[in-house]
């Protein structure tokens, strides 16, 4: 079993729509959750970034944890066009420990 | 938040010459720093963790005599690709955690590399 598992889509919505993007992890020690977003041959941009269950909100971004299903989610409100990209989620056991990648999420808003 | 620059974006090389790629964290000191490889359409693999003044730690499976990976400074590491052949072309991208940004990691635009 991965530790990490993510469904790779690709995922087609239209502007406007409401996208749910999720993960799911093996680890219970996992402590530090992160959702990156990386357009086409660029390097990932840090979205969120959560080390507790529950929500976190960020503009049109909320992030959800639920350590007891180890299941995560980013939720884009209002999705718009430029929000096409892959959406990776990540993965830490401590803050100085080394990030393990979801597959990731590609990601087309269409207008 | 952190910058984190990487160079060159783009370089294509003759096989068997090595490729040196820098990445630099421009307002932030990185007492640690990342090197990842990511294929097309596939997540980021991690390749090392580089800790400044020490050498690198290497994931399973990567050559570390292959892929040199030094951390001089508080600020930059290199990643060589040595007698680089065409399956070593990809996209490298490095990331660094600074020392004031707790548990955040920040990546470079990445380096695309293709042997010929």
């Known amino acids: 079993q991965k530790e990490v598992e993510q469904d790779p889509g690709p995922l087609s919505v239209p502007e406007g729509a409401i996208v749910s993007l999720n993960c799911t992890y093996s680890n219970s020690a996992f402590q530090y959750f992160m959702w990156y977003r990386q357009y086409s041959r660029k390097g990932p941009e840090l979205l969120m970034y959560?080390?507790?269950?529950g929500n976190k909100e960020d503009g049109r971004f909320t992030a959800q944890v639920d350590k007891s299903s180890k299941y995560i989610s980013l939720f884009i409100r209002d999705s718009q066009p430029s929000d096409s990209a892959t959406y990776l989620c990540?993965?830490?056991?401590?803050?100085?420990?080394?990030?393990?990648f979801g597959q990731g999420t590609e990601l087309s808003v269409k207008p | 938040g952190a910058v984190v620059s990487q160079h060159p974006s783009r370089v294509i090389c003759k096989s068997g010459t090595s490729v040196k790629i820098e990445c630099r964290s421009l307002?932030?000191?990185?007492?640690?720093m990342f090197w990842y490889r990511q294929f097309p359409k596939k997540s980021l693999m991690l390749m090392a963790t580089s800790n400044e003044g020490s050498k690198a730690t290497y994931e399973q499976g990567v050559e570390k005599d292959k892929f040199l990976i030094n951390h001089a400074s508080l600020t930059l590491s290199t990643l060589t690709v040595t007698s680089a052949h065409p399956e070593d072309s990809s996209f490298y991208i490095c990331s660094a955690r600074g020392t004031t940004h707790t548990g955040e990691l920040f990546f470079g635009e990445g380096s695309r590399l293709t042997v010929l």
């Open positions: 990540a993965i830490c056991q401590n803050q100085g420990g080394k990030l393990i």
């Open positions: 307002d932030f000191q990185a007492t640690t």
């Open positions: 959560t080390y507790s269950s």
